[in-house]
């Protein structure tokens, strides 16, 4: 069901001369450094240890809600169904059913009066110019900027989330920006960004927002990235395929089981968005964090890139990424960087072409080399290119195609 109604939806008699009230200096000032935070501790592991290229602060006049339990506007919700149990949301394999005034597990959707809305719709907590490195996304548009904004929420709780502080808030709980998605678009062309990025977060959370924002910027010649745990149902997937040009998606481990562990989540859905994107053509990159004691197994490993091989996704590229102790695995150690260069072997071993580590900076398995022929294509340092010799999408060594998206 696709729909586009939206509601105000006032929590506070607040005058709109309170809640579009320009920050001093003073609140500024607390509201960027706030903001720089949140983007310190990405969820995406590979993306969460440095700073953004810019702490951004809106063009303009910059508006953040006023209340904390104001919201804006909210939309309605795109997939849902009105059952005698509740709103049911179909969105994500949670399949939430919410009674009267519930929000669900992503805490973005609420029952409210006769339907499902979204709550986080067009008020972002995190709002950065990134470089499209940092998602990480190393084979599309090297060296550009993305717009990357978050809301509040996500719909797992994973106990290594590197972002919690917004993850597993709702939007309630969070200082926002009031930014609706023709003002995204216009702040990411203003700001020389070819992209937007929907990240830090969950994208699927604030679906709507997501969805509406892309379809916008694709018309403006914006291109549209996520950085998402994958979690989703496939009908949406597919709508929202129609607009997102790049994704990285984490694949968290390859057991079920520990996807209910540790997130909260199946793992069969995650493999079905992996499946379904490439079959849409969106340029896919695969995120593995390796998290010591839990998803270090390198026989799990193993059998994640046969898996990825036997199912046609051998040219994406699949990043490992380096565990800091975080949230509520704080008393873990980081990855070793020897379990590290194991599952990098693991993987190139079973076929994958472009295997890359994150989190570990200055180190050969951050560039990029031709499969065909051996040759350094892409040097980085961080999420710095010093070099890039890739010619109209192929190697000039052995004229290897490289897949990716190499220009705008
Ligand atoms: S999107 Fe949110 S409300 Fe809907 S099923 Fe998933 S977690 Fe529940």
Known sequence: MVNNKYRFILRHSVSNDTMHKKLSKREFIKYSAMGALGTAFCVNPASGLAKPLINHALTGSPSMSKDFEL??????????????????????PQYCILKKGETGDCKDKMHIEDGLYNIAYGNPCAIHIDPIEKKPLFHFLPESRAYSIATAGCNLTCINCQNWNISQKSPRETRNYDLMPSKVVAEALGNNCQSIAYTYSEPIAFFEYTYDTAKQAKEAGVKNVMVSAGYINEEPLRDLCQHIDAANIDLKSFSNQLYIDMSNATLEPVLNTLKVMKEEGVWLEITNLIVPEWTDDMGM????????????????PLHFSRFQPMYKLKKLHPTPVGTLTQAHEIALKAGIKFVYLGNVFGIDAENTYCPGCGKLLIKRKGYKILKNIINNGHCPGCNRTIPGVWKS
Do not use: H, Q
């Open 71 to 92: 919201w804006k506007w909210s939309k309605e919700s795109m997939y849902y169904v009105k059952s005698m149990r509740g709103m049911e949301c179909m969105l994500c």
């Open 301 to 316: 490993i193993r059998e994640m890139c046969e898996w990825l091989v036997d199912n046609g996704l051998d040219e994406c």
